[in-house]
């Protein structure tokens, strides 16, 4: 919106013109993101804490959960407000990309607020069922798949790219449609899984949305993405801008996440950042590298596939509690020890997947 302001005053004020490069915008969309989160934070918690909109705690889990029943949640909606605002403002709006991942993150935020809005304000424990999440989790990903599909330009378009091999890609042609499925209802669900403990799930998501807006602002420039040899695609660049904007209000929801929480996120923003990285790295062409850098988040969903495939079978588990994170706390670590160590590791994840960029 207001690169077209700019690209209308500068050729009257030639200050104008630092607002139409994109990594000017990329860090305004980050500051505008973060002002937001800490600005409309605290008024925001008291809303959900007079509404009585309170997280609901297992009784089987860690007993240090139990004193957090009752604080607030759903506040997964700051986080979209900050970052769909902070994109309308900054980003090109005439990149079809920006409006498909807008909308995933829209739409699936939109299931995850319909589901809170159940369980907590209607007293309904059972939201939305795991069937109806999935199914419009799938409805929306088979749309982005067929108008990603029907927009591709070239073969690599819809091809997956095998990062650290050079020139190396499967083409998927139709099969490209089931596997954006794949891959935004995956990330979605493997967000909302990790989001169990007081900044576990959001600061990873700063760390890879930050690290994905990378390749799309090497895969949107023709020179950059034909130096390190990865697909240039028209548009994407504007991305950088997205993945800015949700690394900024992911800072600051941090600032009121982080232990001990003064809200949670709830399943409004879980499932909605993950679309969101998702469906970055499907236009970017680079969901091997969101599994190399989102390894912490696999790991959680795998520890639950895990548990109860086992529980099933032998009537055994594998962990003390799934999601992995509970079966460390339940091991002895503190909740704040956790937290950072899965930090930590998604820091060293997210440098290899960097990495690829150049090692080919």
């Known amino acids: 919106m207001l690169l077209l302001l700019a690209e209308s005053l500068k050729g009257y004020v030639s200050g104008f013109n630092v607002f139409t490069y994109l990594t000017m915008r990329a860090i305004l969309g980050a500051l505008t993101a973060l002002a ?24 089987d889990g860690p007993q240090t959960h139990l004193q957090k029943a009752g604080t607030p949640t759903m506040g997964g909606a700051l986080i979209l407000l900050a970052i769909i605002l902070s994109t309308l403002l900054w980003a090109d709006l005439r990149s079809l990309f920006v409006w498909v991942v ?48 029907r927009h591709a330009d070239a073969p690599q378009s819809t091809a997956l790219l095998i990062p650290y091999l050079k020139d190396i890609s499967i083409p998927l042609g139709w099969l490209f449609v089931p596997f954006v499925c794949l891959v935004i209802v995956g990330s979605s669900n493997a967000v909302n ?27 949107g420039n023709a020179i950059f993405s034909r130096y390190l040899g990865i697909p240039y695609i028209a548009g994407a660049g504007e991305l950088f801008v997205f993945c800015a904007a949700l690394a900024g209000a992911g800072l600051g929801f941090l600032w009121f996440n982080t232990y001990p929480a003064q809200v949670f ?44 495939a086992s529980f099933k079978m032998t009537g055994k588990r594998i962990f003390r509690m799934a999601p992995l994170h509970h079966h460390f706390e339940l091991k ?29």
Do not use: H, N
Request: aromatic share 8%; charged share 15%.
């Open 193 to 219: 899984l990790t989001d169990g403990l007081d900044g576990l799930a959001i600061m990873p998501t700063v760390l890879v949305g930050g690290a994905l807006g990378v390749f799309a602002w090497v895969a």
């Open 36 to 59: 937001l989160s800490l600005f409309l934070g605290p008024p925001l918690i008291r809303r959900l804490t007079l509404r009585q909109i309170g997280q609901t705690v297992r009784q």
């Open 102 to 149: 807008i909308g995933v993150t829209f739409c699936y935020g939109l299931i995850g607020f319909v589901d809170d809005y159940r369980k907590l304000v209607l007293r309904d424990p059972k939201g939305l069922s795991a069937r109806q999440k999935l199914f419009w989790q799938l409805l929306i990903a088979i749309i982005v798949g067929v108008a990603l599909y």
């Open 265 to 308: 996120m709830g399943d409004i923003g879980a499932l909605a950042l993950g679309g969101a990285l998702g469906a970055v790295a499907v236009v970017v062409r680079q969901e091997v590298v969101l599994l190399i850098m989102g390894g912490v988040f696999v790991a959680e969903t795998v520890s639950v596939m895990m548990q109860v």
């Open 332 to 360: 002895g670590w503190a909740e704040p020890k956790v937290i950072v160590r899965f930090w930590i590791v998604t820091v060293v994840l997210v440098l290899v997947g960097l990495s690829s960029l150049k090692i080919r």
